[in-house]
């Protein structure tokens, strides 16, 4: 995930902070699901 993380930032020449703060959110929008990140938490014991 870091890797597709890094090269999709690239991609995107991300050069600012706004930029790169822009390019996180729609990436994690488009690789984490929700199940999977409820997964995550309960495997961390957070219940939500």
């Known amino acids: 995930m870091l890797v ?4 999709t ?3 995107r020449k991300a050069r ?3 930029a790169l703060d ?7 929008n488009e690789c984490i699901s929700d199940d999977d990140a409820l997964s995550w ?4 014991g957070l219940f939500i």
Do not use: D, N, P, S
């Open 4 to 7: 597709q993380t890094q090269a």
């Open 9 to 11: 930032v690239a991609l």
């Open 16 to 18: 600012t902070i706004e």
């Open 22 to 28: 822009q390019a996180l959110t729609q990436i994690i």
């Open 41 to 44: 938490f309960a495997h961390c």
